[in-house]
């Protein structure tokens, strides 16, 4: 099939590109980038010195740029999901198929009619639930026993079309986001590449989801305050810190109201100190944070 793929440098898009650009036509591969989108034809710094790591043979962890290179596929970046330039290429190469993992806009109307067979986006939750940009936090912060990774048609609302594959597995307490991410990117690629395949052939069978069932995974605003220790048990508080830690830090005041900087969560003890929950106190090892039914010990 004819391809574009739309991601980032992050593990789901990279991995899932090096799954399905062997098998496919990739006509294009569109990265989100915040920064200013230089000119196609002025060289940065970077490019220049990708020239000469290249030809001196030196090894660079696979980004999507590079793996457009050897897809021999034009990359495009762009700052949003309705780019009108973008739009434009993408006409011009006709493609069958968008592929869509980890790109974080919306994508336009004008865009989504572009291909004949459609759009299909690798979402790193179960879906229904966690529709959004934020899916792993989400995960966590919904104390999630287990998670996985789906396929879907894409739609003008977002992650609420059709699901085509899912994968399910256990998520274990405490489990680093980072690893996580890194697992979703192995499972999801695998996941996309057979999706295509059946696609491709015409045995590809959808499923609609139940709204019912649905939840949001919006962003988050830095410093807001997450964690419930009126109704949060310590185990629970201990999975959320030690999860998504440095990804997110609780925001957490000491006795005297200065501000508590962990850098890092050691584990949980459970018993009666008589503390109130939320409240931190100094320790040998840092602090402990006081939640019900125990305390969560974090270094300094």
């Known amino acids: 099939m004819r391809l574009v793929f739309f991601g980032t440098d992050g593990p789901l898009s990279v991995h899932a590109l ?8 990739v006509a294009g591969v569109v990265r989100a980038t915040t920064k200013p989108v230089p000119h196609p034809r002025a060289p940065t710094a970077r490019g220049l010195f990708g020239g000469v790591a290249r030809a001196l043979g030196w090894r660079r962890r696979a980004s999507l740029p590079g793996l457009a290179r050897s897809l021999h596929a034009p990359l495009w970046e762009t700052r949003s999901g309705k780019d009108p330039e973008i739009t434009a290429r993408i006409a011009a190469v006709r493609p069958d198929l968008i592929c869509i993992a980890g790109f974080p806009w919306l994508l336009g109307p004008e865009v989504l009619a572009l291909p004949s067979a459609g759009a299909l986006n690798a979402h790193a939750a179960l879906l229904p639930r966690h529709r959004g940009p934020l899916p792993l936090f989400w995960i966590y912060y919904r104390d999630d026993r287990e998670t996985g990774v789906t396929v879907h048609r894409v739609t003008e609302q977002a992650d609420a079309g059709d699901i085509l594959e899912q994968v399910t597995f256990p998520l274990p307490r405490g489990f680093p986001v980072e690893a996580l991410n890194r697992l979703n990117a192995e499972r999801g690629a695998a996941l996309l590449r057979h999706t295509l395949t059946a696609v491709a052939s015409g045995r590809a069978v959808a499923r609609k989801q139940d709204e019912r069932l649905a939840t949001r995974a919006p962003m988050v605003r830095a410093g807001s305050r997450m964690i419930d220790f009126e109704t949060w048990e310590v185990e629970r508080v201990w999975h959320f810190l030690a999860g998504l830690y440095p990804r997110f830090m609780e925001p957490l005041t000491a006795e005297d109201g200065t501000p508590v900087g962990y ?38």
């Open 263 to 300: 850098s890092g969560v050691l584990g949980y003890e459970r018993g009666a100190r008589g503390a109130a929950p939320g409240s931190v106190t100094r320790a040998r090892h840092g602090f402990d944070l006081h939640c019900r039914g125990g305390w969560v010990r974090l270094s300094r």
């Open 18 to 25: 090096r799954a399905i650009g062997p098998d496919h036509e």
